[in-house]
């Protein structure tokens, strides 16, 4: 009879650890094209991304290279003082987008221009996402204060 209860424990246990991984699997599977990478233009002029993946761009808006065409489409330059990345940006912009202002684009590298879907632009004067002031500051081109140095 001891036996039998041990065997029996075992096999609960053998039961959850299975169901276990497989939930871990099935969550993993549902979230492989809902997980977007952050890149600076540096990241993505070092080693760019295939034209089909999706991934978050972010730095700071050009001064003097925002370019509203016909309709929507507005074309604009982010840098992270290290490298210039051509953005493409067919909707709406957030009030707040401003050039020298800090902002976060989803969307596809395709032919040497991000393409995005979605622009995010930062909520007030002192706030800077945190990847984008990570990536200025490996650049150079942030300062621990929060303010950006001249040019930028």
């Known amino acids: 009879m001891k036996n039998l209860k ?13 169901a276990l991984a497989l939930s871990t699997a099935l969550i993993g599977y549902a979230m492989r094209d809902g997980i977007n990478f952050f890149r600076s233009p540096s990241d993505i002029l070092a080693e760019p991304p295939a034209p089909t993946e999706t991934f978050r761009l972010g730095g700071l808006v050009a001064p003097g290279s925002i370019v509203r065409g016909d309709g929507y489409e507005v074309r604009f330059v982010v840098t ?14 957030p009030d ?27 909520h007030d004067e002192t706030y800077m996402p945190r990847e984008v002031a990570d990536a200025l ?10 303010a950006e140095q001249a040019g930028y």
């Open 96 to 122: 707040l987008f401003a050039e020298g202002e800090g902002m976060v684009g989803t969307g596809r590298f395709e032919n040497g221009v991000f393409r995005a879907h979605e622009i995010l632009a930062k």
């Open 6 to 18: 041990k065997q029996r424990r075992i096999q609960i246990v053998v039961l959850a650890m299975v």
């Open 137 to 146: 500051k490996r650049q150079g081109h942030w300062m621990e204060d929060g």
């Open 80 to 93: 992270d003082g290290g490298a210039d990345v051509p953005v493409v940006f067919a909707g709406v912009l």
